[in-house]
């Protein structure tokens, strides 16, 4: 099982990012899949759940109304659209499904 996050970059505030996560090894389906970011010298906070096909999407309250995650079972890959950036929305950004991860995508947000 293998969990690729891409599409991290530098950002003025108030711009927009997507975020992919491409998984391999197995079927996305119906798996919830969680982003979670971790910002320099905090530990790493929830951001957003898809919960599958079918299946509401949750956000944390930092992100809920800028943020919205959605999935493409056919290419295996799950999104994370950012809009309304926020110096504060800066850290590496990861997808995650039970205990697998990926290794992240910085996401610098920054004028």
């Known amino acids: 099982v293998q969990l690729v996050e891409s599409g991290g970059g530098l950002v003025q505030p108030g711009g927009s990012l997507r975020l992919s996560c491409t998984v391999s090894?197995?079927?996305?389906?119906?798996?919830?899949l969680n982003w979670y970011r971790q910002a320099p010298g905090k530990e790493r906070e929830w951001v957003a759940t898809?919960?599958?096909?079918?299946?509401?999407?949750n956000y944390a309250t930092s992100v809920k109304g800028r943020f919205t995650i959605s999935r493409d079972n056919a290419q295996n890959t799950v999104y994370l659209q950012m809009n309304s950036l926020k110096p504060e929305d800066t850290a590496v950004y990861y997808c995650?499904?039970?205990?697998?991860w990926g290794q992240g995508t910085q996401v610098i947000v920054s004028s």
């Open positions: 995650g499904i039970s205990n697998y």
């Open positions: 090894g197995f079927t996305l389906g119906s798996v919830v």
């Open positions: 898809s919960a599958g096909i079918g299946g509401s999407a």
